[in-house]
Every structure is written in C-alpha cells, then in structure tokens.
C-alpha cells in the first residue's frame, strides 16, 4: 500500500482499492491496514472533499533504509558483513553487482585507514 501511496497520494481507501493489483482485498483489511500504518506514524490522513484520503509521511528511501537496519539487528543481529556474505553466497552476482560491492568496500576501508 505504501508503494502506491509513494505513487500517488494522497488517495481514499477506495482508490487504494482499485490499485492493488488483482490481489483480492477486502475493503476492512485494507482501512485496519491502513488505521495500523497511521497510529505507527507512516502515513497521515486528512479529510478531502469527498472524505478521508491517506498520503506517506516518510518517504521511500527513509522507509527502506529504517527497515533494512530492523531487519540486520532481528535477523543478523547487527552483523553487516553476515548479511552481506549470506547473501552473496545465496546468489549469482553480476559482474556489475561485484564491482559496486568492491567500490563499497574499498571506501569503507580507505575511511577506516584515514
């Protein structure tokens, strides 16, 4: 739901509805979804002329990167270079994936030397 507020808000529930591909959403699955998404300080709902609609309080990118760091603590527990090496060893990497993780790595170990 996020992804399509991202998109385009703000939007009714209704509209939000009509966007979520074919998955077969219940209207009140999505409201409590989207009740949840508020309290938690996500996204914000205001009255429009034709009732409420919803709009992201965070952007993408904040988003993405509070969830990946949840993610490295509850799964990693903090260990970056565990992620990294399950990951890595879980699929083929493209050369230019190889060569942005190496540039990565190489900054990080020219700022540790300085």
Same mark, same amino acid.
């Given at each position: 739901?996020?992804?399509?507020?991202? =998109?385009?808000?703000?939007?009714?529930?209704?509209?939000?509805?009509?966007? !979520?591909?074919? /998955?077969?959403? +219940?209207?009140?699955? &999505? /409201?409590?979804? !989207? #009740?949840?998404?508020? $309290?938690?300080?996500?996204?914000? &709902?205001?009255?429009?002329?034709?009732? /409420?609609?919803?709009?992201? +309080?965070?952007?993408?990118?904040?988003?993405? *990167?509070?969830?990946? %760091?949840?993610?490295?603590?509850?799964?990693?527990?903090?260990?970056?270079? #565990?992620? !990294? *090496?399950?990951?890595? $060893?879980? =699929?083929?990497?493209?050369? =230019?994936?190889?060569?942005? !993780? %190496?540039?990565?790595?190489?900054?990080?170990?020219? /700022? +540790? %030397? #300085?």
């Amino acid at each position: 739901m996020l992804s399509i507020l991202w =998109k385009t808000a703000p939007l009714s529930s209704t509209q939000i509805i009509a966007r !979520l591909d074919t /998955r077969s959403w +219940k209207a009140s699955t &999505v /409201r409590t979804f !989207l #009740s949840r998404l508020e $309290k938690k300080g996500v996204i914000a &709902v205001e009255e429009g002329p034709d009732g /409420r609609v919803y709009l992201p +309080k965070i952007s993408r990118e904040a988003c993405v *990167v509070q969830e990946s %760091q949840s993610f490295l603590n509850r799964v990693f527990e903090g260990a970056t270079a #565990s992620l !990294l *090496v399950h990951f890595a $060893k879980g =699929k083929r990497l493209s050369e =230019k994936e190889v060569a942005e !993780l %190496q540039a990565i790595l190489n900054e990080n170990k020219r /700022r +540790k %030397q #300085s």
